[in-house]
Structures are given as structure tokens and as C-alpha cells.
């Protein structure tokens, strides 16, 4: 009886599942790591109210990332030049230090990693897998040229061989046993983009973590993407077409990077600005990309929320004498977010409708409160009434887009910050209904209001919170 073939085939890009035939209890881990986060995700879904899922869903998370990561490890030592294996790894690193950077961890009480360590340790794996990747593409391409070459030797020979020299001895393997055989999708340039693009995403992550802390000097991070990424990352965009992705993916990084230098005291304020305006020149001129639309809003709002920290820890640079000249930069930037907002609502292409019209009305929520901060802005005191009017008006649509998307944690924030503005207004009966329906929440919301500046003290005495 002929012998069978069992193919075994790699996904075509990375993925939270390897292949490892030779580490069944690898595999396993990283299929129901998935499936786990899967059925979370819709159990929450369902029952959006249940305290226990969202109660016990960051620890267990960590319990699920900790094993795939063990799994990971294990899988590593018998397979050491497995690039998908070297990537998913960095991606588990990076799961968990996202996880853990959060805070979500702090109510389970559970004690974990330093994520910077964790951080650190994904871009050395990805770094790794990245030169395994270039390795690995450079032999294929040279075995294919040799192959080329050797085709072409062969047919010039077969053109003049009879074909009295033609038979040869047939012969068929018989073996009872099955054969493995491991199909390895080549390595392309694409391959090496998505693994530069991991480090760049990585290296964001960690300007996000040292901008929080505001101790860490973040100028390793600039050294390392200059040293290893930046020219690799610009060859492989143009040669895969995927220049837009590249340009979207790196003006985040340096967004991300001035903020972190700014949180440090290492970069001044015109600088920070001038950053942020050059990493995304020319990708919103046009507003033809919702994403890139959104994202320059979220630099701008990182800005706004940055400066409004450092105001009060004490004056910045020239802004001695008070924080008259900072209202004027931050509602200049508060009003380029919203431009930007509003422009991507307009669009196809734009995701997440909800949040894009929640951070409309966030943004008229600073602007207004430009106006009660102890240099109050001209502006800001006269436009109030029409600030908070536009600001229902964006957290009412929010609340509506929300609903016939199903998206509950959305319709919550929006339709709760929608009643809070009405009570601002005059209206304290809709608050007060939120209230009696559901008082933890709408605690939380309005708390989160407070500490980012959305609300004042005289806003919770004015609502009688």
C-alpha cells in the first residue's frame, strides 16, 4: 500500500496560532488562548451588565497571555529558526504589556512584569525574526535565480537527446507509514514590512508608556527605530506599494514620540507642535483618509491633554507670568481636532462612528472649559452656551449611531455625558434618571469627566454632584 502525505501548511501571515507539529501542547495553548478571548468578547457582547465578566477579565487575561507565552517559549526550543514563531512571541510580549500598562490590573490585586521590560524584550524578538526573515529571503531569491539558470541548461541538453534514451525504471515507493510533509510560505517583501511595522507599533506603545511615567529618557527609542528601522522601513513600503500604511504608522510613532519627549521636559512646546505638524503634513491636507483624519485628532487632543498636565505642575518655558498664552496654542489645537472629527464623520471609509462623535463633544467640552480655568480665554467665556449646545448635540448622535450599531460601552458614555451636559444647561432631571439607573456607571463616566478635564468642581456643585 502506497504511503499517504499529511501536508501541513503555515498561515500566509502571522497569526496568535503556530504551526508546531512537534509541540501539540504549544499549539493547543495558542488556540484556546484565542478562542478564550473570543467567547469574553462575545459573552460581553450578550451580557454587557454582567459584573463578573468584566470584573475577572483582565486576570484572566493575564492568566490566558501567560500561557501562551510559557507555550511560546517551549515551542521556541524546538523550532528556534521559526519566524512566525518569533513574531507571535513579540506579539504576546506586547499583549501583556499593553494589558498590564492599562492599570486594569490593579482591582485583582494580581502583581506583574515591568511592561517596559516586556516591551523591550517583544522588539528583540521581532528584531530577530526580522533577520531571520531577510536571511531566509535572500537564499530564496538566490535559489530561484540558480534555478532560472539550471532550467535553461537542461532544456538546451534535452533538445538533443533521442528519445531511444528515454526509458527509465519506474519505480513506485510503497510504505505503510504516512509521510509529513511542511508547505513554508515564502518569506515576500511584504513579510519584512509587517515585521518592521510591529516594531514601529511597539516602540508607539512604549512612547505611550514613558510619556505616563514622564521619568524615562526616551531618546533610545528615536536611536533605535533610526538605526535599525528607518531606511529598512522606507525601501520595503516602496517596494510593496504599501507607502500610505508606512506614512500612517510612523506619524503615530513620532507623534508619540514628541509626547513623550515633551512629558519629559526634553522638548519644548514649539518643537512639540512642530512635530505633530510635520508627521502628518500632506497625509490630511486632503480629507480623503478617515483614519488618518482621526489619528492627527488624537495627536492634537494628546497635545491639548499634555499641556493642560504640565500647567498644573507649574508654568511652561516662556508661559511664566500665567496661562493666558497657553489657552490661545490649546484651543488652536482643540479646533484642529475637531476639524479633523468632523471631517472623517463625512467619510465612507470612517470606523467607529460612535467614538469619532463622542470625541466631537469632547472636544467642545475643552474648548468651553477653556473659559473657567483662572486665566480664562476671551473666547471660550463667550462661546460657552453654543459650546455646550454643539457638545449635546455630538454625544446625542453618538448615543443614536451607538444603538443601531449595537455598541453598547459607546451608547453608555454617550448618551450618560449627553444627560450631564443637559444638567450643565439646566436640565438635572435626565442626569438624575441616569443616575437612578444605573449609579455606578454613570459615577465612573462623569469621574473620568473630571480627570480629564472635562468637567470642573463648579460643574459638579452647578449639577449638585
Same mark, same amino acid.
Given at each position: 500500500?502506497?504511503?499517504?502525505?499529511?501536508?501541513?501548511?503555515?498561515?500566509?501571515?502571522?497569526?496568535?496560532?503556530?504551526?508546531?507539529?512537534?509541540?501539540?501542547?504549544?499549539?493547543?495553548?495558542?488556540?484556546?488562548?484565542?478562542?478564550?478571548?473570543?467567547?469574553?468578547?462575545?459573552?460581553?457582547?450578550?451580557?454587557?451588565?454582567?459584573?463578573?465578566?468584566?470584573?475577572?477579565?483582565?486576570?484572566?487575561?493575564?492568566?490566558?497571555?501567560?500561557?501562551?507565552?510559557?507555550?511560546?517559549?517551549?515551542?521556541?526550543?524546538?523550532?528556534?529558526?521559526?519566524?512566525?514563531?518569533?513574531?507571535?512571541?513579540?506579539?504576546?510580549?506586547?499583549?501583556?504589556?499593553?494589558?498590564?500598562?492599562?492599570?486594569?490590573?490593579?482591582?485583582?490585586?494580581?502583581?506583574?512584569?515591568?511592561?517596559?521590560?516586556?516591551?523591550?524584550?517583544?522588539?528583540?524578538?521581532?528584531?530577530?525574526?526580522? &533577520? %531571520?526573515?531577510?536571511?531566509?529571503? $535572500?537564499?530564496?531569491?538566490?535559489?530561484?535565480?540558480? =534555478? !532560472? +539558470? /539550471?532550467?535553461? @541548461?537542461?532544456?538546451?541538453?534535452?533538445?538533443?537527446?533521442?528519445?531511444?534514451?528515454?526509458?527509465?525504471?519506474?519505480?513506485?515507493?510503497?510504505?505503510?507509514?504516512?509521510?509529513?510533509?511542511?508547505?513554508?510560505?515564502?518569506?515576500?517583501?511584504?513579510?519584512?514590512?509587517? &515585521? %518592521?511595522?510591529?516594531?514601529?507599533? $511597539?516602540?508607539?506603545?512604549?512612547?505611550?508608556?514613558? =510619556? !505616563? +511615567? /514622564?521619568?524615562? @529618557?526616551?531618546?533610545?527609542?528615536?536611536?533605535?527605530?533610526?538605526?535599525?528601522?528607518?531606511?529598512?522601513?522606507?525601501?520595503?513600503?516602496?517596494?510593496?506599494?504599501?507607502?500610505?500604511?508606512?506614512?500612517?504608522?510612523?506619524?503615530?510613532?513620532?507623534?508619540?514620540?514628541?509626547?513623550?519627549?515633551?512629558?519629559?521636559?526634553?522638548?519644548?512646546?514649539?518643537?512639540?507642535?512642530?512635530?505633530?505638524?510635520?508627521?502628518?503634513?500632506?497625509?490630511?491636507?486632503?480629507?480623503?483618509?478617515?483614519?488618518?483624519?482621526?489619528?492627527?485628532?488624537?495627536?492634537?487632543?494628546?497635545?491639548?491633554?499634555?499641556?493642560?498636565?504640565?500647567?498644573?505642575?507649574?508654568?511652561?518655558?516662556?508661559?511664566?507670568?500665567?496661562?493666558?498664552?497657553?489657552?490661545?496654542?490649546?484651543?488652536?489645537?482643540?479646533?484642529?481636532?475637531?476639524?479633523?472629527?468632523?471631517?472623517?464623520?463625512?467619510?465612507?471609509?470612517?470606523?467607529?462612528?460612535?467614538?469619532?462623535?463622542?470625541?466631537?463633544?469632547?472636544?467642545?467640552?475643552?474648548?468651553?472649559?477653556?473659559?473657567?480655568?483662572?486665566?480664562?480665554?476671551?473666547?471660550?467665556?463667550?462661546?460657552?452656551?453654543?459650546?455646550?449646545?454643539?457638545?449635546?448635540?455630538?454625544?446625542?448622535?453618538?448615543?443614536?449611531?451607538?444603538?443601531?450599531?449595537?455598541?453598547?460601552?459607546?451608547?453608555?458614555?454617550?448618551?450618560?455625558?449627553?444627560?450631564?451636559?443637559?444638567?450643565?444647561?439646566?436640565?438635572?432631571?435626565?442626569?438624575?434618571?441616569?443616575?437612578?439607573?444605573?449609579?455606578?456607571?454613570?459615577?465612573?463616566?462623569?469621574?473620568?469627566?473630571?480627570?480629564?478635564?472635562?468637567?470642573?468642581?463648579?460643574?459638579?456643585?452647578?449639577?449638585?454632584?
Amino acid at each position: 500500500m502506497a504511503g499517504r502525505w499529511v501536508v501541513a501548511t503555515k498561515p500566509l501571515s502571522h497569526s496568535m496560532q503556530p504551526l508546531i507539529s512537534t509541540a501539540g501542547d504549544a499549539q493547543k495553548s495558542a488556540r484556546f488562548f484565542v478562542r478564550a478571548l473570543d467567547d469574553y468578547d462575545k459573552g460581553l457582547k450578550e451580557f454587557p451588565d454582567s459584573l463578573d465578566l468584566a470584573y475577572n477579565k483582565p486576570g484572566d487575561l493575564l492568566a490566558l497571555l501567560q500561557t501562551a507565552l510559557v507555550s511560546h517559549r517551549y515551542a521556541l526550543h524546538i523550532s528556534q529558526d521559526n519566524a512566525d514563531l518569533l513574531f507571535n512571541t513579540g506579539q504576546v510580549l506586547t499583549s501583556l504589556a499593553e494589558l498590564i500598562s492599562e492599570g486594569s490590573l490593579e482591582q485583582t490585586g494580581v502583581s506583574s512584569a515591568d511592561p517596559l521590560y516586556l516591551y523591550q524584550e517583544a522588539l528583540e524578538f521581532f528584531q530577530s525574526c526580522l &533577520s %531571520l526573515q531577510e536571511y531566509q529571503l $535572500t537564499q530564496a531569491e538566490a535559489e530561484a535565480n540558480a =534555478s !532560472a +539558470r /539550471g532550467s535553461m @541548461d537542461v532544456e538546451q541538453r534535452d533538445a538533443g537527446v533521442g528519445e531511444g534514451n528515454s526509458s527509465v525504471p519506474n519505480r513506485q515507493a510503497s510504505s505503510d507509514e504516512d509521510h509529513w510533509a511542511t508547505i513554508v510560505e515564502p518569506v515576500t517583501r511584504n513579510t519584512l514590512l509587517d &515585521s %518592521l511595522l510591529a516594531q514601529v507599533e $511597539t516602540l508607539t506603545s512604549v512612547c505611550g508608556l514613558l =510619556s !505616563a +511615567r /514622564g521619568t524615562d @529618557d526616551p531618546g533610545w527609542v528615536e536611536q533605535y527605530y533610526q538605526s535599525l528601522l528607518h531606511e529598512r522601513i522606507m525601501l520595503a513600503a516602496k517596494e510593496t506599494g504599501r507607502y500610505h500604511e508606512f506614512t500612517l504608522t510612523t506619524a503615530k510613532f513620532r507623534c508619540a514620540l514628541a509626547e513623550a519627549g515633551f512629558s519629559t521636559a526634553r522638548l519644548d512646546i514649539s518643537t512639540y507642535e512642530r512635530e505633530i505638524a510635520a508627521a502628518y503634513e500632506g497625509l490630511v491636507d486632503s480629507p480623503i483618509d478617515a483614519e488618518a483624519l482621526c489619528d492627527r485628532a488624537d495627536a492634537e487632543l494628546a497635545f491639548h491633554a499634555n499641556i493642560r498636565k504640565s500647567l498644573q505642575r507649574g508654568p511652561i518655558g516662556a508661559m511664566q507670568e500665567s496661562g493666558a498664552a497657553s489657552n490661545v496654542i490649546r484651543w488652536k489645537h482643540l479646533t484642529r481636532a475637531l476639524d479633523s472629527l468632523t471631517a472623517a464623520s463625512k467619510l465612507p471609509s470612517a470606523k467607529n462612528l460612535p467614538r469619532i462623535h463622542l470625541r466631537r463633544g469632547d472636544c467642545e467640552m475643552h474648548r468651553r472649559n477653556l473659559g473657567s480655568t483662572p486665566s480664562a480665554y476671551d473666547i471660550a467665556v463667550k462661546s460657552a452656551p453654543t459650546l455646550l449646545k454643539n457638545a449635546e448635540i455630538f454625544y446625542r448622535g453618538a448615543a443614536k449611531v451607538a444603538n443601531v450599531e449595537a455598541a453598547h460601552e459607546e451608547e453608555v458614555e454617550a448618551s450618560t455625558k449627553e444627560a450631564v451636559v443637559a444638567g450643565l444647561l439646566g436640565s438635572l432631571n435626565r442626569l438624575q434618571e441616569k443616575a437612578d439607573g444605573g449609579k455606578a456607571g454613570v459615577e465612573e463616566i462623569v469621574g473620568d469627566m473630571v480627570e480629564e478635564g472635562l468637567l470642573s468642581q463648579d460643574d459638579l456643585q452647578k449639577m449638585m454632584i
